[in-house]
């Protein structure tokens, strides 16, 4: 045995012998190859920085093939994947890349007992994205009411809160004696809590897309309010820094347009009948919606300039969600000097101003067929035939109740 293994060192010193030889013979004779070799066996031996990070590919049925990435923080790695939203491994490293720090802050938030501290400022840091009034709303909901009720049931992560404790929140809400309708307002600022924290990558799982609202019963509906008639008048004369905040109210108070409505107005749906323009609704939750709704004529020369400034085309005048409506009726408060203490109990908001010009209409005798000619509401069938303006006489009609509309508008608006 000794001698084999005497055997096998002698090899071994040869082939050392022979290695060094070797290298020695190609770094005389092929140098531009002994220095590319160096540099090769660098890249190979020289660990590799490490990114904080790495990812992983990962099946589904519902999504597909998914690369989610493993963070590191302080030297350790946490225990969970976070969702690139990519199959694509250069786009998935970039999203870890640019998203690090916050995917760790919301995972480190929720781990050691700083969603409370989310969840205090939250509607602070939301300024952006919501209206003065409404943030401050969401916010006090939060902090009063649903922070307190988390901190009861011992919750102290996101994950924690499922159907089950939103579901149990309504409950606690409605034994302290508010409404039905008053808890689905109260869940509107944790529904708009959850769809943030989800689209932030905060929250993994929106649990407010599996909670139904209360139903209200009919006699429990808080009836919507709106300013006295005499209050408005004058108000759309004087010049708004918010043009867009101007357009909106001012088309509102003189069309009794739905919301839906005016956020797909286009310039063409304006059209000339006998010297009036009327907006054209082609689509309606009902027949009775598609119907023609009068203009004035200084509001279509306001909304025209908007267009053209705007190079809206085709496409609808206003690029709108319910902040901008909410931002709208708040200008408005403010104009007339109204307080939000007001506007909350007499339950003003920007749909009101549909209510006013019915009240209006009515108030200045302008006739009760107002409501299925111009509104939208059930129309019978005898009106219908009246004011169909696809005829001569009906078109006459249509045009004669126009211009009461507009001497109205003129008389106590404009």
């Not at 009327?278 to 200084?298: M, Q, V, Y």
């Not at 909350?344 to 299925?372: P, V």
Request: proline letters at 2%; aromatic letters at 10%; one cysteine or more.
């Amino acid at each position: 045995m000794s001698e084999l293994v005497k055997a096998i060192s002698r090899v071994r010193e040869r082939q050392k012998d022979d290695i060094f030889f070797f290298r020695n013979f190609i770094k005389s004779n092929f140098p531009d190859i002994f220095n590319a070799l160096g540099i090769i066996d660098n890249e190979n031996l020289t660990p590799k920085r490490r990114k904080g990070f790495n990812l992983v590919v990962r099946e589904s049925k519902k999504q597909g093939r998914r690369i989610y990435a493993r963070l590191s923080h302080n030297g350790k790695t946490l225990p969970t994947k976070f969702n690139t939203y990519t199959d694509n491994e250069k786009e998935a490293e970039l999203y870890v890349l640019r998203n690090k720090e916050r995917l760790i802050e919301g995972y480190l938030s929720r781990k050691d007992g700083r969603m409370y501290k989310t969840l205090e400022s939250f509607y602070d840091n939301e300024k952006e994205n919501l209206s003065e009034r409404c943030g401050k709303e969401y916010g006090t909901v939060i902090k009063n009411k649903f922070i307190p009720f988390l901190q009861n049931e011992k919750i102290t992560e996101f994950r924690q809160i499922k159907k089950s404790v939103l579901n149990k929140f309504q409950d606690t809400l409605l034994k302290t004696g508010i409404c039905p309708q008053s808890v689905n307002n109260n869940m509107k600022a944790v529904r708009k809590l959850f769809e943030i924290l989800t689209r932030q990558n905060i929250v993994e799982n929106n649990p407010c897309e599996f909670v139904k609202g209360l139903r209200v019963k009919e006699e429990n509906k808080k009836p919507r309010g709106c300013y006295e008639l005499e209050k408005i008048k004058g108000v759309f004369r004087r010049k708004w820094k918010d043009e867009l905040s101007y357009l909106l109210c001012s088309l509102i108070y003189t069309t009794g347009m739905r919301n839906s409505e005016i956020k797909r107005i286009r310039l063409y749906d304006i059209q000339l009948i006998d010297g009036c323009r009327f907006i054209r609704i082609e689509k309606s939750k009902t027949a009775n919606g598609i119907r023609l709704i009068p203009l004035h004529k200084s509001l279509y020369e306001k909304i025209k300039t908007w267009g053209i400034k705007n190079k809206t085309g085709d496409k609808p005048l206003f690029d709108l969600h319910n902040d901008k409506y909410n931002r709208a009726n708040n200008e408005l408060a403010r104009r007339l000097k109204v307080s939000d203490e007001e506007m909350e109990k007499e339950n003003i908001t920007f749909y009101s101003g549909r209510h006013f010009w019915k009240t209006l209409m009515s108030a200045e005798g302008l006739g009760e067929d107002i409501e299925e000619i111009f509104m939208g509401h059930k129309v019978v069938a005898n009106v219908a035939k009246l004011y169909n303006h696809r005829d001569k006489l009906g078109r006459s009609r249509m045009v004669k109740k126009a211009k009461q509309v507009f001497s109205i508008l003129d008389r106590c608006i404009f």
